[in-house]
């Protein structure tokens, strides 16, 4: 499974900024150039990063007769590299460097130079390195923009065909440090040390397959460099956040009053279900449950009114008019959609209840579309539909859904996190790309991003549940006069919080949307809300 690691105990006030930080190379490199022209030497900097990276991988293999293959590239990360290897050797590690590139950085050749004095054997061919158990990857750092082509290509596809431990610093060699995307033959890690601060590519779904685990290694970066680059508004809202558990737990209704009553905790409508799709409205309706919302209604087509009572007795359940498929023809008069503080609707409806999606869209309270509601959208001109909306919207497209509601924007998908801003600052609608880092994006074009997940929520199902519990989560904290994109955040990081959770119980396999369901409650007991 791909993660990282964070330290579980509580984070200090500098470690929960620095967790929440995700840069662009630019950013991380006028950053760095701040720190240097204020008087810190090259040097210094390097050994202190190189002596945090080389504590890390000693701490994940303990045993000094573990042979070590270092690959070294140019610049400064390969200058890194060299002085981990230089460590390495120190502490009695059989180390040996792969060393493609004849002209490197001042500083890295004069560490190069240092290390053939200790011995340590080195070479322009990979193959000295095939004997060494663990691989430490300092063959480029942040920046990268042309495809790794050639020989250093072929070198690197002769690397992952060995299927080694590699051990990346800052990115896997051949990442784009911004959107993730494979230039030309990447190395594929297993274990990635992002240094500084989380770099974007961290954030993207085509990373992934590359980075392996990762953690951040911090070296204490100043807090004013950081806000010098990104702006002092930026240090409590940056354009672009992690959503880190303390952000996301701390924007849960907890803990609550001694005197609350169920009128405090927000009235969720969930307009869902068809004869053809039943359980989406049931899984949808146990979601909004576990959320907390104090009253629940469920509105469903009239055949299924009796099923959805029977599993969940505590809603109301409001049976409507079909269509010939079996899918909801319209509300009944009598449902009045501005007395409840959010409605959630698509799950399970089929494509023909276009008519009670317009109704949805016509209610003056915050709304939120998934599923047939996203398919019916894009079928009625979704930017101008949204764009005469006045109270929140949250669509939470996957991107076949994306494609079809923005269209315009297919071409560009590559980079999740910009695509899903600028469909956010185009519709007026907070919007919810699916995925294994799942984008949020709000209107006034700030992004979040979740760096948590699992395969095992890639089940029929999982999205119903997101849906009721963004819903319900939208109604309790309406009343609290809350700005909706903390409810979606929130709701996002409990339901993949909930999917690692049961996963790490049951195998990514054993975890379907009814067991995701039992698992929400449960997977917050390790908490504490005060």
């Not at 995307?181 to 890690?189: C, D, I, M, S, Y």
């Amino acid at each position: 499974m791909h993660g990282s690691i964070i330290d579980a105990k509580i984070l200090s006030h500098r470690d929960a900024h620095i967790q929440r930080y995700a840069v662009t190379a630019q950013q991380m490199g006028d950053i760095e150039a701040r720190v240097f022209a204020a008087g810190m030497p090259v040097a210094a900097l390097m050994e202190k990063v190189a002596g945090r990276i080389t504590q890390r991988i000693t701490h994940l293999y303990p045993d000094p007769s573990t042979p070590m293959g270092i690959l070294v590239g140019p610049g400064h990360n390969g200058g890194d590299a060299l002085v981990v290897a230089r460590e390495l050797h120190l502490q009695g590690y059989p180390v040996r460097i792969f060393r493609p590139f004849e002209r490197l950085k001042e500083l890295t050749a004069a560490h190069a130079q240092y290390a053939a004095s200790l011995g340590i054997p080195a070479s322009d061919r990979p193959e000295i390195v095939a004997d060494c158990e663990v691989l430490i990857d300092g063959l480029f750092g942040f920046g990268l923009t042309r495809p790794l082509e050639g020989a250093i290509a072929q070198s690197i596809a002769e690397i992952n065909a060995w299927q080694k431990p590699v051990l990346s610093i800052d990115l896997p060699s051949g990442i784009h440090t911004d959107t993730g995307a494979a230039l030309g033959t990447p190395l594929r890690a297993h274990h990635t040390f992002c240094l500084g601060l989380w770099k974007r590519a961290f954030l993207q779904d085509q990373a992934l397959p590359f980075v392996g685990t990762t953690e951040l290694i911090d070296f204490g970066l100043p807090l004013a460099d950081i806000e010098a680059v990104l702006g002092r508004a930026m240090l409590d809202e940056p354009e672009l956040q992690r959503i880190t558990p303390t952000v996301a737990l701390c924007q849960l209704p907890l803990p609550r009053s001694p005197i609350t009553q169920k009128y405090q905790e927000g009235h969720a409508l969930l307009i869902c279900g068809s004869r053809q799709y039943t359980g989406a409205a049931l899984l949808a309706g146990l979601s909004a449950r576990a959320s907390g919302v104090g009253m629940l209604t469920i509105a469903v087509p009239e055949a299924m009114r009796s099923l959805v009572v029977a599993q969940i007795p505590d809603a109301l359940v409001v049976g409507c008019e079909e269509t010939s498929e079996g899918a909801i023809a319209c509300l009944p008069a009598a449902v009045d959609l501005s007395r409840f503080q959010a409605i959630g609707c698509g799950p399970g409806l089929t494509p023909s209840a276009i008519d009670v999606v317009k109704q949805a869209l016509a209610a003056p309270v915050p709304l939120v579309l998934d599923a047939d509601g996203l398919n019916i959208l894009a079928s009625l001109d979704a930017v101008a539909m949204l764009r005469q909306r006045h109270a929140p919207t949250v669509l939470t497209p996957h991107p076949g859904e994306f494609r079809r509601l923005f269209p315009s924007l297919a071409e560009v998908m590559g980079d999740r996190l910009r695509v899903t801003q600028q469909a956010a600052q185009a519709s007026g609608a907070i919007v919810l790309l699916k995925g294994a880092r799942v984008a949020i994006a709000s209107p006034q074009g700030k992004i979040w991003a979740n760096p948590e997940s699992t395969p095992a929520l890639a089940r029929g199902g999982s999205g119903d549940v997101l849906t009721g519990l963004i819903t319900g989560l939208l109604a309790q904290n309406s009343l609290r006069a809350r700005p909706p994109e903390q409810s979606v955040q929130t709701a996002t990081w409990w339901h993949a919080h909930a999917g690692r959770w049961a996963a790490h119980k049951r195998t990514e396999i054993g975890v379907d949307a009814s067991t995701l369901l039992q698992t929400l409650i449960p997977s917050l007991q390790d908490f504490h809300f005060t």
